[in-house]
T-cell receptor, first 114, second 112 residues
Framework: NAGVMQNPRHLVRRRGQEARLRCSPMKGHSHVYWYRQLPEEGLKFMVYLQKENIIDESGMPKERFSAEFPKEGPSILRIQQVVRGDSAAYFC????????????FGPGTRLTVL | GENVEQHPSTLSVQEGDSAVIKCTYSDSASNYFPWYKQELGKRPQLIIDIRSNVGEKKDQRIAVTLNKTAKHFSLHITETQPEDSAVYFCAFRVSGTYKYIFGTGTRLKVLA
């Protein structure tokens, strides 16, 4: 049973470009979370999604950031017009859904903005 | 607001000694408290969790205690080994939501 998958593992973008980060949850999991981690800091909640629905995006900046979890395919975190301050590790986690609190994390995508 | 304070930020112990990390959370109605271990450059991994209907949970050398009245929960690692060296994060789930708030982490170093 494959764990949570994220790709790419490393992503380099120049200021003003777009970054697309993908997350495939564990098989059978319908809930996906995205977190941002700056060096030497904790995980900051960004958004929580279920299939085709954004449930809680209270941690996501209102501009330039968006997330989706389509019926088919991975969840996507999209950052438009990246700036240097967007450089961080972005982790996604998945959970089975109702009745289970446990989150399983992916390996993360390390975004570097030049 | 929603926050959790985690102490200490760094902790060095001799191999074989115990390590204790403490967290204080803000949401008195929260009922789920996981602990994660993160090695350098790796993903956070769940090591133990506790729900508010119990006060203590143990899994081999790792235990977690919860004091709901004081809104504290603690991670206890006994007989520490060099491979326990990592950053440990506490977290809680905000009541009525699926949103999780993480502590700022404790860097544990186990000295051989």
């Amino acid at each position: 049973n494959a764990g949570v998958m994220q790709n790419p593992r490393h992503l380099v973008r120049r200021r003003g470009q777009e970054a697309r980060l993908r997350c495939s949850p564990m098989k059978g999991h319908s809930h996906v979370y995205w977190y941002r981690q700056l060096p030497e800091e904790g995980l900051k909640f960004m958004v929580y999604l279920q299939k085709e629905n954004i449930i809680d995006e209270s941690g996501m900046p209102k501009e330039r950031f968006s997330a989706e979890f389509p019926k088919e395919g991975p969840s996507i975190l999209r950052i438009q017009q990246v700036v240097r301050g967007d450089s961080a590790a972005y982790f996604c986690a998945s959970s089975p859904g109702t009745g289970s609190d446990t989150q399983y994390f992916g390996p993360g995508t390390r975004l570097t903005v030049l | 607001g929603e926050n959790v304070e985690q102490h200490p930020s760094t902790l060095s112990v001799q191999e074989g000694d115990s390590a204790v990390i403490k967290c204080t959370y803000s949401d008195s109605a929260s009922n789920y408290f996981p602990w994660y271990k993160q090695e350098l450059g790796k993903r956070p991994q769940l090591i133990i969790d506790i729900r508010s209907n119990v006060g203590e949970k143990k899994d081999q050398r790792i235990a977690v205690t919860l004091n709901k009245t004081a809104k504290h929960f603690s991670l206890h690692i006994t007989e520490t080994q060099p491979e326990d060296s990592a950053v440990y994060f506490c977290a809680f789930r905000v009541s009525g939501t699926y949103k999780y708030i993480f502590g700022t982490g404790t860097r544990l170093k186990v000295l051989a």
